[in-house]
């Protein structure tokens, strides 16, 4: 168990549906990193936050947006889905010199 | 921006032999971190080893091992007396040190896919 909780685990949605990712990190780590991993773009950051600021952002969509909550936990908005939108998406939070990750949600979309 | 290349999509070893994964990286930076993260099966991301780049001893972790070569920008990963619960994708990433808009991000290869025969 890496102390790093993603929910739901899987979700299947229809194009052009809104879903939420959540993601808490381990207990006390204030950052947050989501990636989205597919198979044609391999693993991609997509944004960070920490302590409930957004400190980087890298290859993500406008239709997608993030935010850190003052408990610290991270959500991950992605609307107006599209078929390739369809990934695995990671959230981690930055142990010394690395990264722990979460188990991922997998989002289907139809 | 850093770049990291894994130029094996798929390799494969016999259960108690050793294999070698390649790994190469582009950056203008001097300090950095490098690492090898496994995703099974399960897809959970598991690191496996890491590598500080001003340490010139390579390092080892059990049965995995690596191959920094700092000037050639290489950061291969040996895998000895391999199980069959080695078998995993492998990914090598780049985090620099830099605090800096990357601000600690990691940079991913595509993967090597890594098949173990019993």
């Known amino acids: 168990d890496s102390g790093v909780t993603q929910t739901p685990k899987h979700l299947i949605t229809a194009t052009g549906q809104r879903v939420t990712l959540r993601c808490s990190p381990r207990?006390?780590?204030?950052?947050v990193y989501w990636y989205q991993q597919s198979l044609d773009q391999g693993l991609q950051f997509l944004i960070q936050?920490?302590?409930?600021?957004?400190?980087a952002k890298g290859n993500i969509l406008e239709r997608f947006s993030a935010q850190q909550f003052p408990d610290l936990h991270s959500e991950l908005n992605l609307s107006s889905l599209e078929l390739g939108d369809s990934a695995l998406y990671f959230c981690?939070?930055?142990?010394?010199?690395?990264?722990?990750f979460g188990s991922g949600t997998r989002l289907t979309v139809v | 921006a850093q770049t990291v290349t894994q130029s094996q999509p798929e390799m494969s070893v016999q259960e108690a032999e050793t294999v070698t994964l390649s790994c190469t990286y582009d950056?203008?930076?001097?300090?950095?971190?490098l690492f090898w993260y496994k995703q099974p099966p399960s897809r959970q991301m598991i690191l496996v080893i890491r590598?500080?780049?001003?340490?010139?001893q390579n390092a080892t972790e059990n049965r995995f091992s690596v191959n920094f070569q700092k000037a050639a920008k290489s950061f291969s990963l040996k895998i000895s007396d391999s199980q069959l619960g080695d078998a995993a994708m492998y990914f090598c990433?780049?985090?620099?040190?830099?605090?800096?808009?990357?601000?600690?991000?990691?940079?991913f290869g595509r993967g090597t896919q890594l098949t173990v025969w019993p």
């Open positions: 207990s006390g780590d204030l950052s």
């Open positions: 936050y920490y302590n409930g600021e957004e400190r």
């Open positions: 950056t203008s930076e001097s300090d950095y971190y």
């Open positions: 990433a780049y985090r620099s040190r830099n605090r800096g808009s990357t601000l600690g991000r990691l940079y």
């Open positions: 590598q500080e780049a001003y340490k010139q």
């Open positions: 981690a939070s930055s142990v010394p010199y690395g990264y722990t």
